[in-house]
């Protein structure tokens, strides 16, 4: 079993930064990939990065160019750097591990952290 608890969450203005994180524990060795996902009511859960263990990394193109998703192993916390952050960025984001081969399949889930942008 892997555990995934996610932290630094808030309100923010348009424009402004946010980083949020994912801190992972169990058995997390047996995870090639991480990623985040988000969510607004009434829709679907949606992928925006991931990062394989070999460091492939990958964006939706609604964030390309304005998120990052990085990990610190020795940590074993993932990240997700988010700048010039949007109204639409509004959502509930979920931190996830899974596998990799040639698509991302998330297995596990964190609880969520809100994250809101003002306009």
């Known amino acids: 079993q892997v555990q995934l608890v996610e932290s630094g969450g808030g309100l923010v203005q348009a424009g402004w930064s946010l980083s949020i994180s994912c801190a992972a524990s169990g058995s997390i060795t047996s995870l090639n990939a991480m990623g985040w996902y988000r969510q607004v009511p009434g829709a679907q859960r949606e992928l925006v990065a991931f990062?394989?263990?070999?460091?492939?990394?990958n964006y939706s193109d609604a964030v390309k160019g304005r998120f990052t998703i990085f990990r610190d192993n020795p940590k074993n916390t993932l990240y997700l750097q988010m700048s010039s952050l949007k109204a639409e960025d509004t959502a509930v984001y979920f931190c996830s591990g899974g596998y990799y081969s040639g698509s991302y399949s998330p297995h596990y889930w964190g609880q969520g952290t809100q994250v809101t942008v003002s306009s």
């Open positions: 990062l394989t263990r070999g460091g492939v990394t």
